[in-house]
């Protein structure tokens, strides 16, 4: 039987050259923010444990679009799309590397309607997340109505039993989120590759919805988890 996921371990700088020309239909990921240089440290509390700030160890390498946007259009089809969840700080520098490459640059919203407080109320909660988007014209587009149109989605972040705890990883994506992207980005059968794919939410969403998985993590707890957790998907999906 054709395989609907393969997951690698390792370093996608170095593994997405092995991933055929135009063989991808839809690039959907969460690459490392670099948020670690705004973080104020963690916040110290004598009547609880102290609120963590920062972010991940990966978090700290320095992550530049413009490194990716050669090997992203080579493996992308020509009715492909992008989606990457990005930070603040960053959003620039995707446009600045991506836009002269495609016909159209957007992006969307995600706000999560149950963000972490900040205790101190002294700036906006981190309650929206952008998430920046690209294609070429005669692009995959699948919407019902203009409702569905709206470059905003709201959901809670990951919590109950769709939220791992071991292991725990900070930046876990709903599946809802994820799932609505991939339904409006991409058909049936279509590949969905993720180069920093955490615990696989993004291969579960593609899988639950009929669509093939190609994903890369470089820390191998949170492979993994991936594995196991597309092994269950596929299962329960009587998939193999
Ligand atoms: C923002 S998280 C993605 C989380 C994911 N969306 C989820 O729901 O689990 C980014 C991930 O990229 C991984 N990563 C960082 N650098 C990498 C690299 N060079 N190659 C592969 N994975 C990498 C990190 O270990 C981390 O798990």
């Given at each position: 039987m054709e395989e609907n996921f393969k997951l690698?371990?390792?370093?996608?700088?170095k593994l997405i050259k092995q991933i055929p020309t135009a063989s991808v239909d839809l690039i959907l990921t969460d690459p490392p923010y670099n948020l670690s240089p705004y973080s104020t440290g963690n916040i110290e509390f004598t009547w609880r444990k102290d609120l963590n700030n920062d972010l991940a160890e990966w978090d700290k390498v320095e992550f530049k679009p413009a490194d990716w946007v050669s090997e992203f259009k080579r493996i992308l089809k020509p009715k492909?799309?992008?989606?990457?969840f990005c930070s603040y700080n960053l959003v620039g520098k995707w446009h600045e590397a991506f836009d002269p490459e495609f016909d159209t640059f957007q992006f969307m919203v995600w706000h999560k309607t149950n963000p972490p407080p900040k205790v101190f109320k002294a700036g906006f909660l981190n309650s929206c997340e952008l998430i920046v988007c690209m294609w070429d014209k005669g692009h995959t587009w699948n919407f019902g109505n203009q409702k569905d149109m709206h470059n905003f989605i709201e959901t809670p972040i990951c919590n109950g039993p769709e939220r791992l705890k071991d292991p725990h990883h900070p930046t876990q994506k709903p599946i809802k989120v994820l799932g609505h992207i991939i339904k409006i980005a991409s058909n049936e059968g279509d590949m969905v590759f993720d180069p920093f794919m955490g615990v696989g939410s993004t291969g579960v969403a593609a899988l639950n919805l009929g669509r093939k998985f190609i994903g890369i993590e470089i820390d191998e707890k949170y492979f993994k988890a991936a594995e196991k957790r597309l092994k269950n998907a596929a299962s329960e999906l009587k998939l193999f």
């Open positions: 690698h371990l390792g370093d996608s700088y492909g799309n992008i989606f990457v």
